[in-house]
């Protein structure tokens, strides 16, 4: 059973307007982007508040650990797809976005395998933040103006520098970890 506090409820509905967003984009009835910009917007602003929520009030789960990044994940991702089929973002620029975020599921996946927790990098903030407002200006505005495409390029950019940045924080502290597994095993 979900331990259902309020920073698990708000996940739980970011996971829920995933399928809004997707049908009120690919629908195509008058005001769907408008209805998918607006959902997409207030799915988005539970990413921050949820997190924050749960650390202010102890309310940290396993669960909320678990759903709250695949939340993200789900939304962009379907955001993204959505766009792409819509022809108003290239193909290639979602799927470095998307490989991108399942890669370093994988990568915290291993790392949590080996005990190593590597906290969110400001970059990965900025990476998200840019994301969700690349992703919105795309939503609502058809055809994008220049600035959106810009942000969206931006958004490319510190999507890729922010898992570069992961890929080696995360080498540097397993490579730390080895090295203290090492001289404990070796004291001399």
Known sequence: ???????????????????????????????????????????ALTDGLDGYIAR?????????KLMDPLADKLLITAALISLVSLNRLPAWVAMVIIAR??????????????G???????????????QIAAVFALIIFNPAPLWADILVYLALAATVIS???????????????RAKEKAHR???
Request: net charge neutral; aromatic share 10%; no cysteine.
């Open 1 to 43: 059973m979900v331990p259902l506090n309020l920073p698990n409820f708000l996940t739980l509905l970011r996971i829920l307007a995933v399928p809004v967003v997707v049908v009120a984009l690919l629908d195509g009835t008058p005001n769907g982007d408008m209805l998918a910009a607006i959902v997409f917007a207030l799915a």
């Open 56 to 64: 202010s009030r102890d309310a940290v789960t396993t669960f909320g």
């Open 101 to 114: 975020e399942f890669a370093i599921t994988g990568l915290r996946s291993i790392a949590a395998d080996r």
């Open 116 to 130: 190593v927790v590597i906290a969110a990098s400001w970059m990965g903030k900025v990476k998200t933040v840019l």
């Open 163 to 177: 898992g570069f940045d992961y890929f080696f924080g995360l080498r540097k502290r397993i490579e730390e970890q």
């Open 186 to 188: 070796d004291p001399a």
